[in-house]
């Protein structure tokens, strides 16, 4: 039987994901729950219905198929009741703004599960146009936790000379790691070692450090570090300083610090989930350099 | 730079004024009524180049001026494709009531060839008037046996070459008259070169670039003057041995900068004073029947390309230095037109794929892409196909390696081919499919719809709508196709091209003008519009009518022809399905470009429709070009129903053969085409088709690549009319990557445009001229964006010129790299 992946996007041009010009494969779901996630929807097994306001034309076209009342209007507020929804997808079938096909528009049911083979077969025009510039980045939700198929995936891309990058935040079981290992070229570590006060601070850095052991082994593997700046978290001095010790005891010399996402409400907003964004008086820019300059003073470039 | 800001600021004044006046020229035909129509036509081109040159009774046209730092003498007069031109009468009033029947006048001259610049340049004009002459003396005229009046096509060539030398000499005269008058050393020193060039070049050979240049120059102008909008062809194969010789490369440059401003000449930028310039006629004709343009869109259009690159005769790679010199001359000038279009293929230099991608990234649109790869064997096959001569099967593939393309895309032979070509619309083609062979119009009084084509019957299911879909394009192709061999002669007695023939393929050896057989190979291309809004389509009835079986097909139908309103029937029932068609035929539906979905359809489709296309070619054979049908009653019979009473064309003109190829694309026409059609997916009734053979605008939402990969599946290899992909993308950031893919999977041809952000705000400006505001007002607001230029299907034009309907048309067209 063949091997299937669920994915709830794909981006065909990032030049943030990886060395050069990437094709970003989002693979669903992910073990983690770290509050400053933009991408709360790949948490699931399956993504919740995404509704962008902005978008809607407000006609109603969706209530009108709906069979479990999700979708209501009211003084021209389209308001929708996920708990009821059975994601039949018949909404967004209806919807004039929405595409079933390109799974965009005001309502989206974006997961998909698609074999690897075919997922290759979609994915293979655009590696191919970015050919020499880029390659594909696997990036989620957590990549590993679809470790076998994705491994599979990796294989195709490696055979047909693709450059390939893996997003993980390490914190998989080693045989996770192992099984896609001999497959990607470029690791972006995400770092979730500690930011000092969570619960399973230990945890985490055992596992970090697991994945790190094995990482480091073979000197061809690239190793990018991945920081997101997020105020309160990712910029405390405490977390810094235990990153740093932590790529010079693994000779990390890359690191990727990532600006504060603005936009990090989107998919909150659209998955109707609520968000705790950061405090607004904090000037996240600020922040931005003060990361990059610690990093710098420590010697690795950022 | 001073000679293109000239042209820029003329564009946007009323140049109605400029226009040669009809009644002003002399009747050709009155002053001969008794010589051959082909004497007549060159007395008439001798006349329009006197009275081009006469300043005194046609100085509004200001053809007989040389501009302050001009260095090529020489204008065309006002016309153009969508305007139309002005010549005088040539024809007789019986021909002219005749003609009638077919829509012939003069105004039917094709243009979209190219001359033999080679020959121009290494041997003038005066050695082909030697040439003809010592004919008409000898009894060279008996050599090839055939029924046509040599006599007269060779007086007739001399007479034209004759008056192209005298109008050089004329411009020749005035540059030393000039000069005298000059006290600007500098430039009286011009002047008398310019003087000297004029009266050795075009007449005798030309021995440095500036000479092969200008005598290219004359020879064009003269042309574009007298009818016959002839492109430019492969001007880097004609000119790098002159390069070579020339130590001044930055001069060398200036003057092909120069080349190409004066080949702008004849530009509008404003769209206030159309009206009073519009010349067309009804004989605007490809084929037989009344052509209606876009004439808005054609406005700029001057059927004029450069082709440089690719590869030579043998197979060798072409690019030289001058293919170099030309394209950065290009880039320095960045008009609309002369059209550039570079040849390239997977052993094009490197350095040469890097300067078009530079290219582009400068003037956001230059130059146009020709793959090698694909044009080559799709040509050479076409030509060769059914041939067993191994000899004739050499010159065929020498022949397709010197491909270029005419005035718009069209591929034809390097100055070897007779070109015509008929479209036909693929959506009316799927209408009668849809509603047996009817369209599918909303009109009560025409019942079902007009009636198209033949009756395919009722589809109830997939296989039946493919095989009346087959059965469809089969009739419309042979409908299209087989004109094109019965109308073949009429052109020779009404629109002879003798200054054509004189510099074209075989004509002088042969004896024969090149409207009757005079080429070494006649091309006869049916190009099929709409394909990508076929394959949507039909792709979207597959999956909702016969796979999900959501929706009866009567349903569907209606749907389109209704344009997915019920009206005043006030049955919500019916809108509600209506609306819910509309939604799954626009967006819930796989689209040519976006989904890979689509490649099995549009497989279907084109395999259709090239099949009818070489199945039209047999019964053509059989029908108009055998001489064995002379003597067999059946197929004199058939003659006799396509309305055709003569001897084969072989019976005519010994070895003659009209090959036939066939082509994807719209030119200019997917506005005008599509205004005719119900709705279908992604598009309501009335809207544009695809432009050429790309995703139709607006349904077009990720990058390239995934069309790229259509073409590798397609085999676009087989269509010798030209396959064309116009892209435009919001960035260049993928630029080199997607030309070189592009190359690599097999895609025929490419224009490429990168976005401007101003699309909408010139929209909004020219929305508002068209309204309110004063001519003056309207240019001035729009002259900073005159050097906006888009693709309009056939050739480029600044987008402030557009129709306001291909202005919208365009504001959904850029693609995101994402």
Redesign the interface.
Known sequence: MDSELSYFNI????EHDGPG?RVVLFLQGCNLNCTWCHSPHSKPDASPLLYFDSLCGKCG?CREVCEHGVHSFADDRHTLRREVCAKCGRCV??????????H??ALSLPTRKVSVASLF??I???L??????GGVTFSGGEPLLQYEALAELAAMCKRHGFHTALETSGIAPLRYIQKVYPFIDTWLFGCRLTTGHTANAAYLESMTRMSLDYLTKDPQKEIIARIPVIPGHTDLSIYLESLSLLFAEYGIGKIDVLPYNSEATHYYDASGLPFHPVDNKIDVGDRYRYVVSFFNKNRIPA | MKLREALVKRGFENRAGEWFRKEDLPDVAAMYPDEHVMIRRAYAIDEMLKAMCDARKFGYTHCFEIADGDLLAGTIPMGSNGLGKVFPNYLTEDELRVGSVTNKTEMALLGHNTINYEKVVHYGLQSIIDYAEGRIQDNGLKRVADAYDKTAFYRAVVISCRAVIDYARRFSELALREAKQCTDKVRADELVKMAKICAKVPAGPADNFYEALHGIWLVHCCLHSTMDFMSLGRLDQVLNPYLQKEHNREFARELFENFIIKAAGRLNFSTQYLVEQDHMDYNAALGIHPYYLDQRAGLNNFLQNIIIGGKTPDGADATNDCTYLILEAFRNVNLSTPGIYVRLHKESPEKLFAAVADSIKQTKNLPYILNDDVMIPAMRDALSSGEQDDEKKEMYRKLANDYCVDGCWEPILNAESEWTFGMINGMTILECTLNRGAALSANPALLRGQKLSIDTGELTSYPDLQKALVAQIRFFVDQSALAMCLYYLTSEFVVPSPLVSALFSTCLETGRDKSWGGAKCNLGGTVLGGAPDMINTVSAIKKWVYEKKKYSLPDVISALRFNFTAGDTGDMKMQRMY??I???F??????FG???ETNEVARFILDAFHDAVNRSKTLADKVFLDPAGDHDKKIQALRCIAGYYGNALQTELPGFDLKFTAGLGTFEQYNWQGAGNAASAARYSGDPLAPNFTPTSGTW??????L??AFRELNLNRFAAGVITDICLESD??LE??IK?FIA?QGGMLTVTIASQYYQEIYEIAKAANLIESPAAASEKLLKYADIMVRVGGWNAPFITLPLSHMENYINRPVS??
């Open positions: 981006s065909w041009l990032s010009k076209a079938e209806a919807c004039p703004n929405s595409s079933t096909v390109q965009s528009g077969e979609l293979r025009p655009h191919e146009l970015l050919q020499g510039e | 609306d819910s509309k939604v799954d626009f967006t819930n539906s796989p689209q976006n989904d890979i939402h990720s990058n390239p690549a995934t790229l990969e950031a993928l990557r997607i893919t999977k790299s994402n």
